[in-house]
């Protein structure tokens, strides 16, 4: 044989084939070109001689001859090992053909063809392997002409109802779906054109009389060529591999599902997350129904004698709108699980159609499976579809499976198929079961974080002050939406606390970290700042102050871990450090004096419309320590609006805090905070922000400034002479008469020559008196002394030391603040009605 041919030639081909003639003697009688080749023996040498002659071992010929079968008539086939011209041994296989109708002992002349060994062994496994791949079952083969006409397949092609017996001759498009058929066709044109083999490529056939689901099938295609390199067809092999690919499938849609049941703290996303991922990849719609109680965080009933009402909190799929049209609220029993509801016994139900709470992996926390609605008879009742099977027009199939955790149902899980998809099967009742065990501790764990979550919230509302207040010296107007279950609820608080003389202080803090240990420690800040606030202190000094506690707060927390050791299970704590911005506004002299430990300055919107923020240097978070902080004073035209917030205001996850910042300031222009009531206004300020999806908890303090006018304030300064004390008491008593304040003119003489006389008595130096007409009358009496005034308790036979006490009797309330040249001893009554 050549040795350009192809090995995949038949090695004994008449053509160009190593053969030689012998007679009835078994001498060589022709020797043709390819046996000189395949020997290196010219036909001169070898014509004539015994063809024993040409055996390696001659004495081996005898041998050579039994191979062949007595009555042979188309010839034999042996194998036999010869001498090269060369001289080394050449194994060949060989085929006798005879060349009359004798037999091998009678044959007058025979042809005898050879080839090397090696290529008669790969020509016989070739077509052995062939022979064999076309009869096996395991997966389809198939050839194709050029014009993709079926030429040659084995008998399981596609074992699928609708495909032909015979496919000879025959177009994919004759019995599979068109589209199915197209795509098939694309790609073996391709492999056709180019030559590249196809592989691992993955479709779905349908055959035209059974198009519902259909199979998927893997691909392999090669193209197949004529000697001359031509293109005849391609051979293709086809694999079954829907069960594989369910099962793929089926642990994909579990992945994706478990995923989606973690992604949210909140028991509304988390089942609208599920539903999203099984409809439509498992079911053309799904539904999830929970108990009322859970949306609260409330334990569900376990002695299954109450009513259970549930409600739809989630659908997806095709036909969710008739889902949720009619049905947002409704009570219905829990789903009770039974794969074959007609073979096995229901369990337990109450009166109110509830059934008893199942134990874990009892045969109540099973699913139930309905299939061939739309063929069900409308007979007997017995036979009829249970009514959450039939929710969705036009389902074929339906199943449901109860959310049951720590052996309460609370839930179930309910998905239905319609149109031309497959019906449900058992295994994917299976794999709901297994879906809907996870959601229900999913749900279970959000249940229980809402609970907790709604406690922080209640907890942290009922430590912040009412959102709306007025006083003399501004309208105050807040509002505070808590971040998404998510994030937890934080730690910001504000607050607005009323000083003496008419001033009032606005606060606004966040305390770091999320949870009840936010919500505590934003309790304790508020605590300590409304206590140093009514010390009078100035706000840096107040916030070093409160820097100092949270550092001693942290300090306990750290000895409280260490001596804790491995005592029990750890308390849920956070870091202690927080920010907060503490102003003073003063409605006398409209001065607004404020500071910040770390936290966003606040916004002045000015009576003429510009919005710009107070320009601070702000210390560092309370809870660092060793950093002083520095107070910055703004004066602010009465109706000013001064707007206070927390970052989750203006870190939104929309852009970086000076986008923010832009932004609040356009929100407070559009809200037309200048024109409008502040607790109208604040709710527009906010709007547009995501509700329940907040990353950060939000909090905002709106002040509208007032001012108290010239003619409400009166001043005089005195002598520390003892004598000017019955001329205060003229000057006081003529401007209560000016101001029409008769009612309080013998209250207000002895408060004010009992402060006069122990200013001028202990301080010594000039003394100031101020009576300031607001929403109070005070009395303000300022020295140069640093002492603090104390009220005791005199004895009968004191003469002095009464003062103070009398000042408290007669007043509202009454108190001390101290400033760089000294102290101010002030007085508030209540002013008497119009």
């Avoid at 206590?531 to 102050?545: I, K, V």
């Avoid at 109706?639 to 805090?657: K, M, N, P, Q, W």
Wanted: aromatic share 4%; with cysteine; proline share 7%.
């Amino acid at each position: 044989m050549r040795a350009t041919e192809s090995n995949q030639d038949y090695p004994f081909a008449v053509t160009n084939t190593a053969a030689a003639l012998l007679d009835d003697a078994g001498t060589i009688v022709a020797w043709t070109p390819a046996a000189e080749a395949l020997l290196e023996r010219r036909s001169a040498d070898v014509c004539g001689r015994p063809a024993r002659d040409l055996l390696a071992d001659p004495g081996r010929w005898e041998a050579v001859l039994a191979q062949g079968r007595q009555g042979e008539q188309e010839g034999w086939e042996g194998r036999a090992t010869l001498r090269h011209g060369s001289g080394r041994e050449l194994e060949i296989g060989f085929r006798v053909i005879p060349l009359n109708d004798g037999a091998r002992g009678d044959a007058a002349r025979c042809l005898v063809l050879g080839a090397p060994l090696d290529l008669v062994t790969q020509w016989r496994q070739d077509h052995a392997f062939t022979h064999e791949l076309f009869l096996q079952g395991r997966v389809g083969l198939a050839v194709f002409d050029a014009d993709l006409r079926l030429l040659r397949t084995n008998t399981h092609l596609l074992p699928y109802t609708g495909v032909p017996v015979e496919l000879n001759g025959r177009r994919l498009a004759d019995f599979l779906w068109a589209e199915d058929a197209r795509i098939i066709d694309d790609r073996l044109r391709e492999v056709m054109r180019s030559g590249n083999p196809l592989i691992g490529f993955n479709t779905t056939v349908r055959t035209l009389d059974d198009p519902r689901g259909g199979r998927v099938v893997t691909i392999q295609a090669f193209r197949l060529q004529e000697p001359a390199g031509h293109p005849m067809g391609v051979a293709t092999v086809f694999t079954d591999v829907t069960d594989h690919e369910r099962s793929r499938g089926r642990l994909d849609l579990l992945y994706r599902a478990t995923g989606a049941l973690g992604g949210s703290l909140s028991v509304l996303r988390t089942v609208e997350d599920l539903v999203e991922v099984l409809a439509p990849s498992f079911g053309d719609c799904a539904a999830v129904d929970l108990a009322e109680t859970v949306l609260s965080g409330g334990e569900p009933p376990t002695d299954g004698h109450l009513t259970l009402p549930l409600i739809r909190m989630a659908v997806a799929g095709a036909e969710a709108d008739a889902l949720r049209t009619g049905t947002a609220r409704f009570t219905a029993p829990l789903a009770t699980a039974v794969a074959h509801p007609t073979a096995a016994p229901h369990p337990t139900v109450t009166e109110a159609g509830v059934p008893e709470p199942a134990a874990p992996g009892s045969r109540e926390c099973q699913g139930e499976l309905i299939t061939g609605l739309g063929t069900r008879p409308t007979g007997p009742e017995s036979d009829a579809a249970p009514e959450w099977a039939t929710a969705v027009p036009g389902a074929h199939s339906a199943m449901t499976a109860p959310l049951c955790a720590r052996g309460i149902r609370f839930g179930r899980l309910t998905l239905w198929r319609t149109g031309d998809t497959p019906p449900l099967e058992e295994d994917d009742l299976a794999l709901l079961e297994e879906i809907a065990a996870r959601a229900a501790v999913a749900v279970d764990n959000a249940r229980r974080y809402t609970k907790e979550r709604r406690t922080a919230v209640g907890l942290q509302r009922s430590l912040l002050p009412p959102a709306t207040s007025e006083t003399a010296a501004l309208e105050a107007a807040s509002l505070y939406l808590p971040a998404d279950a998510d994030s937890g609820v934080g730690g910001d608080w504000f607050d607005v606390i009323p000083l003496s003389s008419a001033r009032v202080a606005l606060v606004v803090g966040d305390v770091a970290g999320h949870g009840l240990h936010a919500t505590a420690m934003m309790g304790r800040l508020r605590s300590a700042v409304r206590a140093m606030a009514d010390l009078e202190l100035e706000p840096e000094e107040l916030l070093a102050h409160v820097d100092d506690m949270v550092l001693q707060v942290a300090a306990e927390a750290e000895s409280d871990d260490a001596d804790d050791g491995d005592a029990g299970m750890p308390v849920p704590s956070g870091p202690a450090g927080a920010t907060c911005l503490y102003a003073v506004y003063d409605p006398v002299t409209r001065s607004c004096v404020m500071a910040s430990a770390g936290h966003p300055p606040p916004a002045v919107v000015s009576p003429d419309g510009t919005v710009e923020y107070v320009e601070l240097s702000p210390g560092p978070p309370l809870g660092v320590g060793g950093w002083p902080f520095e107070p910055v004073e703004r004066e602010l035209p009465p109706g000013s609006v001064l707007a206070l917030y927390t970052d989750g205001l203006i870190e939104r996850g929309e852009g970086d805090i000076d986008q923010g910042m832009r932004d609040l300031a356009d929100r407070l222009l559009r809200a037309d905070v200048l024109g409008r009531p502040l607790r109208q206004a604040r709710h527009d300020i906010v709007e547009g922000l995501p509700p329940g999806r907040l990353r950060d908890d939000v909090t905002l303090l709106l002040a509208r400034t007032r001012m108290v006018d010239a003619g409400s304030v009166a001043t005089w300064r005195l002598d520390a002479d003892p004598a000017i004390v019955g001329d205060a008491r003229h000057l006081v008593l003529d401007q209560l008469t000016a101001w029409d304040l008769d009612e309080l003119a013998f209250s207000t003489e002895l408060i004010v020559s009992e402060l006069v006389t122990n200013a001028i008595r202990h301080a010594g130096g000039p003394v100031r008196l101020r009576l300031i007409r607001a929403d109070t009358l005070t009395c303000e009496v300022s020295d140069s002394s640093n002492t603090q005034p104390r009220m005791r308790r005199a004895r009968s036979s004191e003469e002095g030391g009464r003062g103070l006490y009398i000042v408290a009797q007669l007043s509202h309330r009454w108190g001390s603040r101290y400033a760089m040249g000294g102290k101010t001893v002030w007085s508030e009554q209540i002013l008497p009605l119009a």
